[in-house]
């Protein structure tokens, strides 16, 4: 395949294309990016790497480290993790309150705001310093020691980040949060910070496309079984109550961020990141979802 040629022409596509949305300003630093960049890269096997335009150059990751957290924790507590968060997609907003008092307080799943938190809380329960073993996961998994929070994005996330401070503290009143609100926030509020490309993203995520072991090195990170639940739930869960539009236009497993990034994985072939900051309604990447259906059209390839 000659993926190449294939990104270049999803490229030259992509920039006829009429962009309607909008770029996330609830966190004020996020409206601060240029609309324009767009970027796109492609790994699939020892040093092949293929992408085009911003695909280098970081961005703010924010939700896709939702999957970053969530595999970490499932190192920590296996299938008791179950007991804190449930497995089913909420077809509703990432940042919704609104399921958790019926369901006494157990987040839909971890790719939500709210099974986040829950995430967040257990790994600042477990861990001595977890923004550092956070950093030092995602450092590993990329065999990039540069990558780094973003303090400033952090800050002005915290500063309005009223709906994450009500979700923590209705699910401490609920008896699902174990820890101070506090060091939870500030855990969650930089995790979500994290700076990283396309090629960063793509680098990261070939663990999920291949069986949980680093491509470069062959060092196993995860079980093949954890594997196979982050990606049912990337693939169910991945992008809010745009799960089904996802997986019926693209077909990967994925997730995405407010950030405008998009990641997903074909198992046992590549990994894809793209990011594009202008979001659709549902706080999804306009452009990224668009240019990852033009690339299983295009390659006749997907899960299905
Ligand atoms: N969907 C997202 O990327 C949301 C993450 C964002 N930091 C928030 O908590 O609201």
């Known amino acids: 395949m000659d993926y190449q040629k294939i990104l270049d022409s999803i490229n030259e596509e992509m920039s006829y294309r009429d962009v309607t949305g909008q770029v996330a300003s609830y966190i004020p630093e996020l409206a601060k990016v240029n609309p324009k960049k767009f970027g796109m890269h492609l790994y699939c096997g020892q040093n092949q790497h293929y992408g085009f335009g911003d695909h280098e150059e970081n961005f703010s990751v924010q939700s896709i480290t939702k999957v970053f957290t969530l595999a970490m924790t499932m190192k920590i507590m296996g299938e008791d993790l179950w007991k804190r968060v449930d497995v089913e997609p909420s077809g509703n907003p990432f940042n919704s309150l609104t399921q958790l008092e019926q369901e006494s307080g157990i987040p839909r799943n971890p790719f939500i705001n709210a099974g986040a ?46 709906r994450n401070i009500a979700l923590v503290n209705y699910m401490k009143a609920l008896g699902n949060i174990k820890c101070d609100v506090e060091p939870i926030l500030d855990f969650y509020f930089h995790q979500c910070s994290l ?93 990224g979802m668009k240019a990852l259906e033009r690339l299983t059209t295009l390659t006749g390839v997907s899960v299905f």
């Open 195 to 287: 700076a990283m490309s396309c090629k960063d993203l793509a680098k990261a995520f070939m663990i999920f496309a291949n069986k949980g072991n680093i491509l470069e090195t062959g060092e196993n990170i995860l079980k093949p079984e954890s594997v196979k639940r982050i990606n049912a739930l990337m693939q169910t869960c991945g992008f809010y109550d745009e799960a089904g539009e996802f997986s019926f236009e693209v077909g990967l497993p994925g997730k995405s961020g407010v950030g405008g990034g998009i990641v997903a994985i074909h198992p046992d072939n590549y990994s894809v990141a793209v990011w594009s900051p202008i979001l659709n309604p549902k706080g999804n990447s306009e452009l």
């Open 117 to 162: 938190l829950v995430i967040s809380d257990i790994l600042v329960d477990h861990l001595d310093d977890p923004k550092a073993e956070l950093l030092a996961f995602v450092r590993k998994i990329t065999g990039d020691d540069e990558i780094q929070y973003d303090g400033t994005i952090a800050a002005s996330e915290k500063s309005t980040g009223y």
